[in-house]
């Protein structure tokens, strides 16, 4: 059940540009950089995936804090 107080709908005009357009390209380029780690070998993989993982997540929490 959805909470009755979160919009179903933004008004365009609602909503900040600027921040749209930066999600969009922390978004892109959070899908780039994993497809980067995926094409390392192994333990280098996974290194960098834990590494990258836990600076996102980080960088998550900042922006929404």
Do not use: K
Request: net charge negative; hydrophobic share 45%; proline share 3%.
């Amino acid at each position: 059940m959805a909470d009755e107080f979160e919009p179903t709908s933004v008004r365009l005009r609602d909503v900040s540009m600027h921040r749209e357009v930066t999600n969009g390209v922390l978004s892109l380029g959070f899908y780039l950089v994993c497809g980067l780690i995926g094409l390392l070998p192994g333990a280098a993989r996974t290194r960098a995936a834990d590494a990258f993982v836990g600076w996102s997540e980080s960088i998550d929490e900042q922006r929404h804090a």
